[in-house]
């Protein structure tokens, strides 16, 4: 008795507290979006009763700060494992894929991330383990319940099918028969959501699941459409508020104690220029396309812009071809130099390291905020009507995620200032005593009793 009481003195001593006897935590991905949604909730004229509860209740952060690009599969997946894409492996949505021989596929299963992710670890711990439409979660480990996010065609039956082939077996099916078809049509983006909340209610109450992970995707969709803060974007907001309400209910209805942790992935920038990189590089005879082809298809290259939004990665098809790469430079320090083409920088190798970016990019290209790149026909630069853009790099103000943290044990109206997005998968693993030991930085001190 005096060995485990010493123990156990040292333990807490040591800021190791024992997790609580019944742990439960709900994570909420709202993706794209901004600090200052709920941190400047009546500036913007927002009725979010759900997020400004658990803002008010709990710890958060003024912004953070996440990797590089700021998309959504390496955001996502950087939550999950606490270390940058240069260690996890996601390095973007859609794969590199020159020739388009993969038909714009995206990162999608969960045997590409390079170490291990808080679903392994928390289930290795014991617990039980729930998700759905989380980016990188086709054939995840430790998800005993899992509606990934995929998708190959334009919201067809035979899509659904896939969804289902992917999904846990006969998950899908059972959940239908109470909580109806499941949407996966991206442009049906309100309708996706409310069924995601459906589908993810159904498994914290009949599964009763202690770690559920959960993708809503409605925000993000609208803002790339009309800009942050428009009508559009501020209705979707508000009805995924509704949405967290819900799904705290269904989590509440076994763990009256669960936490509820709200991320993002990723900020958003207002857009209305675009910048076709592309069209440079045919020009220098860098990018070879088929002349027959009225859709600009590659048959050969040295080197391409791997468009993400707001910045392009730059591959070389030789990483040798010494030639290539110094024409590609000065081509990409000519673009630059010109203040209309909207190019916030051009980093090198050392540069994107320091930022955990891709290694295969030779040279990466950061717009300013107002401007994407994009590889639509046209002109190399144009005015577009006004939408909304991510991806560029991590440190631009208006791309920082956000944090959000409430319940029994977190610190009330605690303000973490701006943190990095790493260090938030070792605090969920810290809860719920698992191990994460490729996580980059130590956990945030947000639990009373573990400071």
């Known amino acids: 008795m005096l060995t485990r009481t010493i123990l156990a003195m040292l333990a807490v001593g040591a800021g190791m507290a024992q997790a609580p006897a019944n742990p439960a935590l709900l994570l909420i991905s709202i993706d794209g979006m901004m600090p200052e949604t709920v941190l400047k909730a009546d500036q913007h004229g927002l009725k979010i009763p759900n997020l400004r509860t658990l803002l008010r209740d709990g710890a958060y952060a003024t912004g953070v700060r996440g990797v590089m690009p700021t998309v959504t599969y390496p955001s996502h997946t950087t939550l999950l494992t606490g270390v940058w894409p240069v260690k996890h492996h996601i390095y973007s949505n859609i794969t590199f894929d020159p020739l388009d021989k993969n038909l714009q596929g995206w990162y999608w299963y969960s045997e590409d991330i390079a170490v291990p992710t808080l679903w392994e670890a928390v289930s290795k711990s014991g617990k039980l383990v729930g998700s759905v439409s989380w980016p990188v979660a086709v054939g995840a480990k430790g998800v005993s319940y899992n509606v990934p996010e995929y998708w190959r065609g334009k919201a067809t039956a035979d899509d659904l099918k896939l969804l289902r082939a992917l999904s846990t077996t006969g998950l899908m099916e059972e959940i239908a028969r109470t909580a109806g078809p499941y949407v996966n049509d991206l442009d049906a983006a309100y309708e996706g959501d409310a069924a995601r909340t ?199 103000p208006e791309l920082l995620a956000s944090f959000f943290i409430s319940g029994p044990g977190i610190h009330k109206g605690l303000n973490l200032g701006e943190i990095d997005m790493r260090s938030i998968a070792p605090t969920i693993a810290q809860y719920f005593s698992a191990k994460l030991p490729a996580a980059d930085l130590k956990p945030l001190q947000v639990f009373d009793n573990k400071r």
């Open 198 to 396: 459906r589908y993810a209610a159904f498994i914290l109450r009949e599964k009763k699941v202690q770690f559920m992970t959960v993708h809503l995707a409605a925000l993000d969709h609208m803002q790339h459409g009309s800009g942050p803060f428009s009508a559009e974007s501020k209705e979707a907001i508000e009805r995924i508020d509704a949405h967290v309400g819900e799904l705290q209910a269904a989590a509440r209805s076994h763990f009256p104690n669960v936490i509820t942790c709200i991320v993002s992935d990723h900020g958003f920038s207002r857009t209305d220029h675009s910048l076709n990189l592309s069209t440079a590089f045919v020009k220098e005879e860098l990018i070879t396309l088929d002349p027959s082809s009225k859709t600009r298809k590659v048959v050969d290259w040295k080197a391409m812009p791997k468009n993400d939004g707001g910045s392009a990665m730059i591959m070389l098809k030789d990483d040798r071809d010494e030639a290539t790469r110094a024409k590609v430079e000065k081509l990409l320090r000519a673009l630059a130099a010109n203040p209309a083409n909207g190019i916030a920088a051009v980093l090198d190798r050392k540069q994107i390291a320091a930022l955990g970016g891709s290694p295969q990019a030779a040279f990466w290209v950061d717009m300013k905020p107002g401007f994407a790149v994009s590889a639509t026909e046209g002109p190399m630069l144009k005015q577009t009507k006004i939408g909304g853009a991510h991806g560029y790099a991590p440190t631009h």
